[in-house]
């Protein structure tokens, strides 16, 4: 899978701030064209033990049955602190190496962390989806910025998410009794088609089933390599 190299990843603090800044104005919020015949779910792991970390990428298919038609890991050293809002930095480019072995493109790509629910309203899921020029949706476990008010506790009740007056993502609740999450347009996406293919993705878990296969793939890897 080929994609698009827009800037340095070994900046600091401030250039990294100015590059999210520089590339919001590029993203694209609309409704993805076409069919969608494969979505994939992308997740990191990070081994406490050490500064390693691995980066793990499903391809599935999308539709009434699922079915996983590629898998892609990587594994290295994180080249940039733990910075709230600059979570990019840190993980896509793991991500990235991960996703250059995939031999299938995906239709879209889901990710465990923001699109554009963020501080400068672009996040992991926005930030990956301009480099690979793919649709990209956030689906994050916890808030990063935004209020919102209390949701149903029914499987796809939602609440929208707001940030400073303007409407930046949802909070949605994937199945009953359990804690939503937040779903926000990363980029070639909207949010009532993010909010669908989430709800579509589940497989009966809080997580879509694309990020939770990823999840078990790249924490099965760091428990191989560690152990």
Same mark, same amino acid.
């Given at each position: 899978?080929?994609?698009?190299?827009?800037?340095?990843?070994?900046?600091?603090?401030?250039?990294?701030?100015?590059?999210?800044?520089?590339?919001?104005?590029?993203?694209?919020?609309?409704?993805?064209?076409?069919?969608?015949?494969?979505?994939?779910?992308?997740?990191?792991?990070?081994?406490?033990?050490?500064?390693?970390?691995?980066?793990?990428?499903?391809?599935?298919?999308?539709?009434?049955?699922?079915?996983?038609?590629?898998?892609?890991?990587?594994?290295?050293?994180?080249?940039?602190?733990?910075?709230?809002?600059?979570?990019?930095?840190?993980? !896509?480019?793991?991500?990235? $190496?991960? &996703?250059? %072995?995939? @031999?299938?493109?995906?239709? /879209?790509?889901?990710?465990?962390?923001?699109?554009?629910?963020?501080?400068?309203?672009?996040?992991l899921a926005s930030h990956m989806g301009l480099?690979?020029?793919?649709?990209?949706?956030?689906?994050?476990?916890?808030?990063?910025?935004?209020?919102?008010?209390?949701?149903?506790?029914? !499987?796809?009740?939602?609440? $929208?998410? &707001?940030? %400073?007056? @303007?409407?930046?993502?949802? /909070?949605?609740?994937?199945?009953?009794?359990?804690?939503?999450?937040?779903?926000?347009?990363?980029?070639?996406?909207?949010?009532?088609?993010a909010i669908r293919i989430a709800l579509k993705?589940?497989?009966?878990?809080?997580?879509?089933?694309?990020?939770?296969?990823?999840?078990?793939?790249?924490?099965?890897?760091? $428990?191989?390599?560690?152990?």
């Open positions: 899978m080929k994609f698009n190299r827009l800037h340095p990843w070994r900046v600091g603090y401030k250039k990294a701030v100015e590059i999210q800044d520089a590339l919001r104005d590029l993203l694209v919020f609309k409704k993805p064209e076409g069919k969608i015949s494969t979505v994939a779910g992308a997740d990191v792991s990070y081994d406490k033990r050490s500064d390693r970390f691995f980066a793990g990428v499903v391809v599935c298919t999308y539709g009434k049955r699922f079915e996983k038609i590629e898998e892609s890991t990587a594994a290295g050293k994180a080249g940039f602190p733990y910075i709230p809002g600059l979570l990019s930095f840190r993980e !896509a480019p793991i991500l990235l $190496r991960a &996703f250059k %072995k995939l @031999k299938n493109t995906p239709d /879209v790509i889901l990710f465990d962390g923001q699109g554009i629910a963020h501080p400068r309203y672009f996040g480099i690979l020029d793919r649709p990209s949706v956030g689906c994050a476990k916890s808030r990063l910025v935004g209020e919102y008010d209390c949701v149903k506790n029914v !499987a796809g009740g939602y609440s $929208r998410l &707001f940030y %400073k007056d @303007k409407v930046v993502g949802a /909070v949605l609740r994937t199945k009953v009794n359990t804690n939503p999450i937040f779903v926000s347009a990363g980029h070639k996406t909207n949010l009532r088609f993705t589940c497989r009966g878990y809080r997580i879509p089933e694309p990020i939770r296969q990823a999840h078990l793939l790249v924490n099965r890897v760091r $428990r191989e390599s560690v152990s």
